[in-house]
């Protein structure tokens, strides 16, 4: 699966949540962001950065280091992902932002795990 990691433009967006136009809860702000990979190491590593912005409810960046290393005949995959928020997301307490922030990160590397096994015909357990 590491060779696996170029993945068509086209699937890129479906593991980032809330990317998927799916409707929001009433309340939840609306965020336009990006995206970027870089310090791409095959097969071993890379870092994702984002940015996204809020309007009244604030921006966050940040980013996630990487890792990929063999395990049997699959990948594993360890991540460590630091987050700054401002605005309105600031003063609801930084323990909440990380929670949030852990959680987002959560999702997308689940959907990425998901989506990688559909595209290469395996079924991933849940993580």
């Given at each position: 699966?590491?060779?696996?990691?170029?993945?068509?433009?086209?699937?890129?967006?479906?593991?980032?949540?809330?990317?998927?136009?799916?409707?929001?809860?009433?309340?939840?702000?609306?965020?336009?962001?990006?995206?970027?990979?870089?310090?791409?190491?095959?097969?071993?590593?890379?870092?994702?950065?984002?940015?996204?912005?809020?309007?009244?409810?604030?921006?966050?960046k940040g980013g996630a280091?990487?890792?990929?290393?063999?395990?049997?005949?699959?990948?594993?995959?360890?991540?460590?992902?630091?987050?700054?928020?401002?605005?309105?997301?600031?003063?609801?307490?930084?323990?909440?932002?990380?929670?949030?922030?852990?959680?987002?990160?959560?999702?997308?590397?689940?959907?990425?795990?998901?989506?990688?096994?559909?595209?290469?015909?395996?079924?991933?357990?849940?993580?």
């Amino acid at each position: 699966m590491r060779a696996g990691l170029r993945i068509d433009r086209s699937h890129r967006r479906q593991p980032v949540p809330g990317a998927d136009g799916r409707a929001r809860r009433a309340g939840e702000p609306k965020f336009k962001g990006k995206l970027t990979l870089s310090d791409i190491q095959p097969p071993n590593s890379y870092s994702i950065s984002f940015e996204g912005q809020g309007g009244a409810a604030g921006f966050a960046k940040g980013g996630a280091q990487v890792r990929l290393s063999p395990q049997g005949e699959s990948t594993r995959l360890a991540y460590d992902v630091k987050a700054n928020v401002g605005g309105k997301l600031a003063q609801i307490g930084s323990r909440l932002v990380d929670a949030a922030a852990r959680k987002v990160a959560d999702d997308f590397f689940r959907n990425f795990n998901q989506k990688v096994g559909e595209l290469h015909g395996k079924s991933n357990p849940p993580a």
